[in-house]
Every structure is written in structure tokens, then in C-alpha cells.
T-cell receptor
Framework: GAVVSQHPSWVICKSGTSVKIECRSLDFQATTMFWYRQFPKQSLMLMATSNEGSKATYEQGVEKDKFLINHASLTLSTLTVTSAHPEDSSFYIC??????????FGNGTRLTVT | GNSVTQMEGPVTLSEEAFLTINCTYTATGYPSLFWYVQYPGEGLQLLLKATKADDKGSNKGFEATYRKETTSFHLEKGSVQVSDSAVYFCALTAWGSQGNLIFGKGTKLSVKP
């Protein structure tokens, strides 16, 4: 079946550096990808919706200059956490779908900022 | 606004026990309701869904019925197995917005042999 690959699965970075997380749809063309964030013992919160070839739509309260999303192709979207700080430490999850197709999730990325 | 409330875990059961994980929601209009499961080390997977009132979603022995009158979508399974150990998320989407899932906090289930 369709698979979404997310990389890396975990990353540790120093405060002030940037981190890029990749989300790939492996056997289908994803017209739309979504990025979520999950705090410990909290719900997954939608951060942004990314349509191939256009700018991402961010949810209220999500800083678009801090969380840069690029959806350059139908199989790849990236989330870059810029100038990361310890409060950005979290679990980030992507999902992908094609028109009228089910939503498929990546395995998530655990980001720790020291 | 829309929200999902599900019972807090962790839930620990013996094999073959009956499982209920409660989920209630608040939504405007007619949301679609979902249960997602996350097995250890894996991504979220859709377990079952229901798109309108009184629909029953079912998969792998799990069932949930969309109850509009009680705004609930409780997950049940008659006899759990060790392999059902996972985190279960109740979620909803407003009509026409598939990706904008609103999740509950998740309930961790551990099934002991």
C-alpha cells in the first residue's frame, strides 16, 4: 500500500541552528501534505497544509518564518525549523494525500533542541 | 470550536478482555469521525471511520458507532490481543477538510498475555 517516509526519525540540534525534516510519498503522488506537531501527552496539532507548487497555508499561531515548508514536487515536502530553540523540541508528523485518497502518515520526527 | 476528548490512559488489559476507549466530540455541522492507531515505532494508521450519524465503522475486530445524540464515537473490541498494544487517537474533520484532523490526546493501550 501507499507509504509515507519521514526523515530523520529523530534529531538533536543546538539552539540557534536550523533543522530540515523531509516527508516523502513513496508510491503515490501527493497533491497535499500536512504537517502536525505533538507535545508530550497532548494532541497532534495541525501546523500547515502544503499543496504542491504553491505556498503553504499555516494555521493560526504558527510562525511561517520559523517553520518553513516547501512542497517542491508531488512526492516531497520539507519542514525547516529555523533558529531552533528548546521550546521547539517536539514530535513532528507529516501526512500526505492525493485527490480523494486516504490520508497516510509518516512515522514522525522527534526533535530535541539543546 | 471543534474539539475531541478521549479517555486518558494508559489502559492495561489482559488478553481477551473487553476494550472500550471513550471519545466525545464538539463540532459544528456534520463532522466525520475517525480512530487512528499508532503501533510502537510506526506512523499513524487509520483504524476505522464513520462519516454520518448512526454509521458504524469497523476493522480488525474494532468497532465504533457515530452517535450524534451523545456526540460520541467510543471504540470497542470484544477480545483484545497483545498485538493490539498501541496508542489510539480519536479524531474528527469538519466537512470538506480531510487533512485538518482534530485529534484527541491519545490513549495508550497495553495488553498483557
Amino acid at each position: 500500500g501507499a507509504v509515507v517516509s519521514q526523515h530523520p526519525s529523530w534529531v538533536i540540534c543546538k539552539s540557534g541552528t536550523s533543522v530540515k525534516i523531509e516527508c516523502r510519498s513513496l508510491d503515490f503522488q501527493a497533491t497535499t501534505m500536512f504537517w502536525y506537531r505533538q507535545f508530550p501527552k497532548q494532541s497532534l496539532m495541525l501546523m500547515a497544509t502544503s499543496n504542491e507548487g504553491s505556498k503553504a497555508t499555516y494555521e493560526q499561531g504558527v510562525e511561517k518564518d520559523k517553520f518553513l515548508i516547501n512542497h517542491a514536487s508531488l512526492t516531497l515536502s520539507t519542514l525547516t525549523v529555523t533558529s531552533a530553540h528548546p521550546e521547539d523540541s517536539s514530535f513532528y508528523i507529516c501526512s500526505a494525500t492525493a485527490y480523494n485518497s486516504p490520508l497516510h502518515f509518516g512515522n514522525g520526527t522527534r526533535l530535541t533542541v539543546t | 470550536g471543534n474539539s475531541v476528548t478521549q479517555m486518558e490512559g494508559p489502559v492495561t488489559l489482559s488478553e481477551e478482555a473487553f476494550l472500550t476507549i471513550n471519545c466525545t466530540y464538539t463540532a459544528t455541522g456534520y463532522p466525520s469521525l475517525f480512530w487512528y492507531v499508532q503501533y510502537p515505532g510506526e506512523g499513524l494508521q487509520l483504524l476505522l471511520k464513520a462519516t454520518k450519524a448512526d454509521d458504524k465503522g469497523s476493522n480488525k475486530g474494532f468497532e465504533a458507532t457515530y452517535r450524534k445524540e451523545t456526540t460520541s464515537f467510543h471504540l470497542e473490541k470484544g477480545s483484545v490481543q497483545v498485538s493490539d498494544s498501541a496508542v489510539y487517537f480519536c479524531a474528527l474533520t469538519a466537512w470538506g477538510s480531510q487533512g485538518n484532523l482534530i485529534f484527541g490526546k491519545g490513549t495508550k493501550l497495553s495488553v498483557k498475555p
